[in-house]
């Protein structure tokens, strides 16, 4: 969260909301957009390791739930590599069972960090059941963007949504804003926490630790301004939804396999 | 630890706004409030209202001033709070805020300085020392009471108080849109939502100055002025038909569409928020003082001065304490659901002590109540009242609409 091209970025972004009225009219209703954009002029290449080009980039993710199995491997993964306060999760792990003549059933006990026990309602009458994996979705038009009373959260050129901890007040608009609940307010540092695709990691060129950690290749993470990468592939050739398109926030988290009742 | 009904995404275990942001709005509405009924006598020019006016102003500086208390004392950096006001993302509902309190700060500053002009420079010259000192300070300089002077400010009062009525509506109307603009919860987003925070909020303003009015004359041995009362519980009964009406509205809709989100709203308001919601809000808080201003605006002329006075004052307490019940229910009922819409939180109880605690917040409802007399040691708000209370003494007719 420290490195100097990234302040530098935010800056610009500040810089440009108070340009004047007309930005901020337009930003009213594309954010993101022309932050990343008017950013894109004042970048400083080269703050980032090993010469990382932010704008070289758009990362995506894909989920593949019909390959969960519910092991957590990566709620336990994303804990470790961030450091994540108890009781907060920036990645965790969904039950879903249903059947004809049952409601369904979700749960999700500690985020699925240790796993899932049997179901305590048995699984008598089930005739579905899955498991959802769900973080940050990092939305190409986001509320928490939107909200935030100072750009202390931002929208990357490589596409991520991210918090800089060191403007964040800690007012929790942005908390209150997103339809995920990705995001939380870390009770050690007081400001906005969420997943961030691992950035130290994904800038360095290595995947995120949850998609290392999975052991079923649920969890796929790609550039798709890479034209031979397999998840650009995916997002091109198969069916993939996203979670709660109503709200028209542009995930770029893919699912495969989404059922209607996950949110 | 967390009592859990149905599905609640394991981020939303959490109440992240508190009992301290339950408060600001209660404040600001206060302020707002207050406000509207000096400048019903100040624009509308409502000649019933004129003992209630100054006093209305301070108390609605008074709550202003301790307005954005709360915020910062729910904030995690309350120090990066002022960044809000140097570089603000003018996408967030919430950046406008400062803008907001700082001109409506200005706009009130000013109306009170110049209504209290003329009383400030007579005890300038007729005090001594350090009140003597503090008056000149509050006169900036400015020793002209001429009745052309007098004329020009009365001048830039009405006209201070007719943009201060917009500037009012826009500080909490703000406050509601805050919470309505919020997509990803269903209990808040709705358009209603900054309509229903301006109305209750005049609600709010009118009962308070019912109650501190009556309770401020007791305490000096003036009469209370009922025909003053009698134009505040016709405003107060409209207000609060128009405020309960939308508040019913906005669930009435929500009940008739039957659309996803009334599956977890309708099992909020009859399950956790039911003492809250419908004993306290609507039922309490609504019904009992509907029935109660009714009564005194119906009855007005075959009651008794002790009775209305008595009525009155009981169904703006209950309205205070409707108008808290109703921030409680938007604010922290709104944090009960989970975005999930599959299941809630059950209970959230505010500590006793602390930095966001029960106390804290007494503490900030006390400060106001303690500027406001320091105000009246300062600049005695009720000369009018007063007034009144030595002409009835000396006529010795107490049966003209007036007791004590």
Not at chain 2, 7 to 12: A, G, K, M
Not at chain 2, 123 to 149: H, N, P, T
Not at chain 2, 375 to 388: D, T
Request: aromatic share 12%; with cysteine; charged share 20%.
């Amino acid at each position: 969260m420290k490195d100097l091209s990234r302040r530098s970025f935010l800056r610009a972004a500040i810089g440009v909301t108070i340009v004047g009225a007309t930005s901020s009219v337009i930003s009213l209703f594309a954010p993101g957009k022309l932050k990343a954009a008017s950013a894109a002029t004042d970048m400083q290449p080269g703050g980032f390791p090993d010469g990382y080009d932010p704008f070289a980039h758009l990362f995506s993710y894909v989920i593949d739930l019909k390959k969960c199995i519910g092991c957590g491997s990566c709620v336990r993964a994303c804990k470790k590599e961030n450091d994540v306060p108890d009781e907060f999760y920036r990645t965790w792990v969904e039950r879903y069972q249903k059947g004809r003549d049952r409601p369904v059933e979700i749960d999700s006990p500690d985020g699925g960090l240790y796993g899932f026990p049997s179901s305590t309602a048995g699984t008598e009458g089930v005739s579905k059941a899955y498991y959802v994996p769900k973080m940050c979705n990092h939305c190409a038009q986001t509320p928490c963007v939107q909200v935030c009373p100072f750009s202390a959260t931002y929208l990357s050129p490589d596409g991520l949504v991210l918090v800089d901890g060191e403007r964040c007040m800690g007012c929790g608009y942005c908390v209150q804003a997103c339809p995920y609940a990705s995001r939380f307010l870390n009770p050690r540092t007081k400001t906005a926490d969420k997943c961030t695709w691992c950035y130290h990691r994904i800038s360095r060129g290595l995947r995120p630790a949850c998609v290392q950690a999975c052991p079923t290749g649920t969890r796929m993470f790609g550039d798709v301004k890479d034209p031979y990468d397999p998840v650009r592939h995916i997002i091109d050739t198969e069916r993939i939804g996203v979670l709660q398109p109503q709200m028209l926030t542009k995930p770029k988290c893919y699912y495969i396999g989404l059922d209607k009742e996950v949110r | 630890m967390h009592e859990v009904l149905g599905y609640v995404f394991p981020n939303d275990l959490h109440i992240l706004w508190s009992l301290m942001i339950v408060l600001y709005p209660y404040v600001t509405g206060l302020v707002a409030g207050a406000f509207i009924v000096s400048s019903l006598y100040h624009v509308f020019e409502f000649e019933s209202l004129k003992p209630i006016a100054r006093f209305a102003l301070i108390a609605s500086l008074a709550f202003l001033l301790v307005a954005t208390w709360p915020l910062l004392l729910h904030l995690g950096h309350p120090l990066r709070g002022i960044n809000v006001m140097i570089t603000p993302n003018f996408t967030s509902a919430m950046a406008g805020f400062g803008y907001f309190y700082g001109g409506y700060m200005i706009i009130l500053l000013f109306e009170v300085w110049l209504v209290y002009r003329k009383d400030i420079v007579t005890y300038a010259r007729r005090s001594r020392g350090l009140k003597q000192w503090i008056y000149k300070l509050l006169a900036l300089g400015v020793y002209d009471i001429s009745e052309e002077a007098q004329q020009i400010d009365r001048r830039a009062v009405k006209f201070l108080a007719a943009i201060g009525i917009p500037a009012a509506f826009l500080l909490h109307g703000y406050v509601g849109f805050l919470f309505g603009a919020l997509k990803s919860n269903p209990w808040w987003s709705t358009p209603l939502m900054p309509i229903i925070f301006i109305f209750s909020a005049v609600v709010s303003g009118i009962a308070a100055l019912i109650v501190m009015y009556q309770v401020a004359m007791k305490l000096k041995g003036l009469v209370i002025d009922r025909a003053c009362i009698g134009t505040m519980v016709r405003w107060l009964w409209l207000f609060l038909i128009i405020t309960a009406s939308l508040e019913m509205l906005e669930i009435i809709t929500l009940a008739y569409e039957k659309a996803e989100e009334w599956e977890i709203i309708r099992q909020l308001l009859t399950g956790p928020l039911a003492l809250s919601y419908i004993g306290i809000q609507m039922i309490m808080g609504v019904l009992i003082p509907f029935i109660l201003l009714m009564i005194i605006v119906l009855l007005d002329r075959n009651m008794g001065d002790k009775v209305a006075n008595t009525l009155s004052f009981t169904a703006a307490s209950l309205l205070l304490i409707q108008v808290f019940a109703m921030r409680w229910n938007v604010v922290i009922g709104g944090q009960m659901i989970s975005k999930s819409l599959a299941g809630m939180r059950q209970a959230y109880r505010p500590e006793l002590f602390g930095r966001e605690s029960i106390t804290t917040a007494i503490f900030i409802m006390i400060v106001p109540i303690v500027f406001i007399f320091v105000a009246e040691w300062l600049l005695p708000m009720f000369k009018f009242s007063e007034e009144q209370t030595r002409k009835l003494k000396e006529t010795a007719d107490y049966s003209k609409g007036y007791t004590e």
